[in-house]
């Protein structure tokens, strides 16, 4: 694990990338500089043996100034050799002066005297296409090394203030761009699990901070209403569970309190039955559920056969009802993209619900278009209300036609059939149309 943070990550790459940007610049600069010198050098020596070199001519066979050498030679510092013989030479070193003489044989060759700070260049003088001699000219490279090293220097001083600047710069700028972030997380720390309208509210996003803090908004929004949804679910779940194992409770506390003949006990078990029925509906359309969120795989199932199942679970609530449900059996044969126990679960609450409201007759009808397999589930009741076509499918919520006394139900049938659809990318709505109810359960092809 490390220790240092981000910020200080961050702060310490850009400050060692910029480090080794202005060395290598500093190296470059000094490298150029220091061979620029040397050119010059060269060239000015170069110069000084050109100038000396218009100075000599030959008389009687022998080397002569055109003028008096004393005019030139001192301040030239220049030497003239001459079939071994030195014609002329300044005042220099033992050292300067033994070098000098090595290059009497030499032509356009260069000689630095160590410990001296001389360089000596050595020139042929060549009249009428004879070498007659040699003239060595001296110069002094203390100029030079002089300016390299106040270079060297000014350039240290100057990369050290830029490193210095960038380091202060970054540190300010990183300081700046992660405070929303440290405040941000300082928010979230204070929060609790209570706290669902909290927001980090950095206003509209204008940088990549404030556009993650957006997106973390976005994303809280999204939780909450989940957990809110959740919240309502379970309370609304636990109240419509109450009821049916209160009538349980109820019956065989009442069948339990004196004797009594057949014909009561008889009643008193249909109707724990009956509720027990409701529990098991809910319970195993909760586990449907469950499964299906926890990756369960998808099978394949025939269409007609999940119909005429699901009629065959519902012929109890048929028979207390006393209606007809017709099943129309497509022209061929027709496969579901889903396993049958899935399909069923779907589909139970849409025809439970259509036989507690139909007035005598239920019709489910079958069709594949392209991917998708259609069910319609059309009764003969009162229908469903425009205002409650997307209400009715909020866990725990009833029609109208329920709350006022109608067929008993948990209110968690159809909400559960959509929720189950669409994790199959199905779904689950009401069409609307002149009398009675009808509802469309779309479902996957195989």
């Known amino acids: ?66 003028e008096a050498p004393e005019a030139a030679a001192p301040d030239a510092n220049v030497w003239v050799f001459s079939n071994g013989k030195v014609l002329e030479r300044p005042r220099a070193g033992a050292r300067v002066s033994a070098a000098a003489r090595s290059l009497s044989g030499s032509s356009h060759r260069f000689l630095d005297v160590s410990d001296s700070d001389t360089r000596l260049y050595a020139a042929p003088v060549v009249i009428n296409g004879r070498r007659l001699g040699t003239v060595v000219v001296a110069g002094s490279l203390a100029p030079y090394e002089e300016t390299e090293h106040v270079a060297l220097l000014g350039s240290l001083i100057f ?12 540190r300010w700028l990183l ?27 950095l206003g509209e996003p204008y940088d990549e901070l404030t556009e993650l803090a957006a997106t973390l908004d976005r994303l809280l929004d999204r939780l909450a209403a989940s957990l809110r949804h959740e919240q309502r679910f379970s309370a609304e779940l636990s109240h419509e569970l109450r009821t049916p194992i209160a009538r349980v409770l109820a019956e065989a506390e009442l069948a339990l309190l004196r004797d009594r003949p057949p014909e009561e006990y008889r009643a008193a078990l249909e109707i724990v039955h009956r509720n027990a029925q409701q529990l098991a509906r809910i319970v195993d359309a909760l586990v449907a559920a469950a499964r299906l969120e926890a990756g369960a795989q998808h099978g394949t199932a025939d269409a007609y056969e999940v119909a005429a199942d699901v009629s065959e679970a519902c012929a109890s609530l048929v028979a207390d009802e006393d209606v007809e449900i017709d099943i129309e059996q497509p022209e061929r044969p027709v496969r579901l993209g889903v396993d049958a126990d899935l399909a069923e679960r779907i589909l139970q609450p849409v025809l439970e619900n259509a036989c507690r409201y139909g007035a005598t007759h239920v019709r489910v009808s079958i069709e594949r278009r392209d991917s998708t397999v259609r069910y319609v589930v059309a009764d003969d009741g009162p229908g469903v209300a425009g ?28 909400s559960l059939a959509r929720r189950l659809a669409r994790s199959t990318t199905g779904d689950v709505e009401v069409l609307e149309g002149p009398g009675g109810g009808s509802f469309l359960v779309r479902l996957p092809a195989a």
């Open 175 to 201: 300081a700046a761009s992660l405070r929303p972030v440290h405040r941000m997380t300082t928010q979230a720390a204070t929060w609790s699990e209570r706290d669902l309208d909290q927001r980090f509210a």
């Open 387 to 414: 205002d409650e076509v997307e209400r009715i499918f909020e866990p725990g919520v009833r029609g109208r036609l329920g709350e006022a006394g109608g067929p008993n139900g948990a209110g968690l049938g159809l």
């Open 1 to 66: 694990m490390n220790p240092l943070g981000i910020r200080r990550r961050l702060l310490l790459a850009i400050v060692a990338i910029v480090a080794v940007s202005v060395a290598a610049l500093l190296v470059g600069f000094n490298v150029l500089l220091a061979r620029s010198l040397d050119k010059n050098a060269r060239e000015l020596l170069r110069s000084r043996a050109t100038q000396q070199l218009a100075l000599l001519r030959v008389t009687s066979g022998h080397l002569t100034f055109i």
């Open 159 to 170: 990369g050290g203030i830029v490193l210095l600047l960038v380091a202060l710069t970054s």
